[in-house]
């Protein structure tokens, strides 16, 4: 199985994927006591709103992926600017 390299961009890139997760296992769990009407810790909406938030989370990771990509790329654009900034300053 190949394994992506760990740099700091696929480390966000798999915390956008978990914060995703966390945040529709945690919407699913309350929409299924609220109008289920299963307890909080059924194991059935336990474990329903863990598949329901990964599921989500895995089909939208070609978009979070796409931002964080996005992100990185105007992160490393604005410190090249600025320490081509710095080295011309020194130069002069």
């Not at 914060?19 to 945690?26: H, Y």
């Amino acid at each position: 199985m190949l394994q992506e390299a760990f740099t700091a961009r696929n480390v966000a890139k798999y915390i956008v994927v978990g914060i995703v997760q966390a945040k529709i296992t945690e919407t699913t769990e309350d929409l299924a006591t609220e109008y289920v009407g299963f307890e909080e810790d059924n194991t059935l909406v336990g474990i329903g709103a863990n598949v329901v938030g990964w599921g989500v989370a895995w089909k939208l990771k070609p978009h979070t992926d796409k931002a964080v990509d996005k992100t990185a790329d105007f992160i490393a654009a604005k410190r090249a600017k600025r320490a081509a900034k710095k080295n011309t300053e020194e130069k002069k």
